[in-house]
C-alpha cells in the first residue's frame, strides 16, 4: 500500500506563495501520474493539477499561470509551487496517485489578510 504524506500548508496573505510537497512510500514511483486535489468548505473535489511520469502537466483553468507541478522520482515526491494565491484558493490540498488512487490526509491551505 503506497502511502502519500503531504506538507507544506499554511496561513498566507493574499498575492503570497505557498509550496506544497508529498512524500511517497514504496519502491515504485515514476510510472505513476501524481496529482493535487483541493477541496473547499461546501464545495466539490477539484483536481488543481497532475503531473505524468513523462513529466505531462495538466492545471485547472484557475490555476494556470500560477501553480506549478513537479516531480523529484529519486525523492518520490511531487511539489506545487502556489504563487500569487487567492482567497479562493484556500482550501485542504490533497496529494494523489492518479493510477493507484491512493490519498494522503491532506494539507490546510488558507489565504487570508
Known amino acids: 500500500q503506497v502511502q502519500l504524506v503531504e506538507s507544506g500548508g499554511g496561513l498566507v496573505q493574499p498575492g503570497g506563495s505557498l509550496r506544497l510537497s508529498c512524500a511517497a512510500s514504496?519502491?515504485?514511483?515514476?510510472?505513476?501520474?501524481m496529482g493535487w486535489y483541493r477541496q473547499a468548505p461546501g464545495k466539490q473535489r477539484e483536481l488543481v493539477s497532475s503531473?505524468?511520469?513523462?513529466?505531462?502537466?495538466y492545471y485547472a483553468d484557475s490555476v494556470k499561470g500560477r501553480f506549478i507541478i513537479s516531480r523529484d522520482n529519486a525523492k518520490k515526491s511531487v511539489y506545487l509551487q502556489m504563487n500569487s494565491l487567492k482567497p479562493e484558493d484556500t482550501a485542504v490540498y490533497y496529494c494523489?496517485?492518479?493510477?493507484?488512487?491512493?490519498w494522503g490526509q491532506g494539507t490546510q491551505v488558507t489565504v487570508s489578510s
Open positions: 494523489v496517485n492518479l493510477n493507484t488512487g491512493s
Open positions: 503531473i505524468s511520469s513523462a513529466r505531462s502537466t
Open positions: 514504496g519502491s515504485i514511483f515514476s510510472i505513476y501520474t
